[in-house]
Nanobody, 120 residues
Framework: QLQASGGGLVQAGGSLRLSCAAS????????MGWFRQAPGKEREFVAV????????AYADSVKGRFTISRDNAKNTLYLQMNNLEPEDTAVYYC???????????????RGQGTLVTVSS
């Protein structure tokens, strides 16, 4: 089970930190990712991190503004989002995979997302 939290309403230029609590699995066995789905659009890749946290990758649209990290001792994944833009408005989902990559089909999506709304 993956439970995302930390979403909310923020003004453009503001920051939020999302968290994803993992349970029912050995957290360090998994690559973890963040994806998002904006209203009327398909779900898209945001960021990915390998099991140790050494390797990360980002969508071009968030590179330099978002930072993915994980605390394996707490079984928790994070997404620090800075300089938010209205285009970042979406439901954000965390997901787990056995293989490092960006493709959604690699990931297991379980649990609800968290809504981020950025006002202009």
């Amino acid at each position: 089970q993956l439970q995302a939290s930390g979403g909310g309403l923020v003004q453009a230029g503001g920051s939020l930190r999302l968290s994803c609590a993992a349970s029912g699995r050995t957290f360090t066995n998994y690559v973890m990712g963040w994806f998002r789905q904006a209203p009327g659009k398909e779900r898209e890749f945001v960021a990915v991190i390998n099991w140790s946290g050494v390797s990360t990758a980002y969508a071009d649209s968030v590179k330099g503004r978002f930072t993915i990290s994980r605390d394996n001792a707490k079984n928790t994944l994070y997404l620090q989002m800075n300089n938010l833009e209205p285009e970042d408005t979406a439901v954000y989902y965390c997901a787990a995979a056995l293989t490092y990559g960006r493709r959604q089909e690699l990931f297991d999506f379980r649990g609800q997302g968290t809504l981020v709304t950025v006002s202009s």
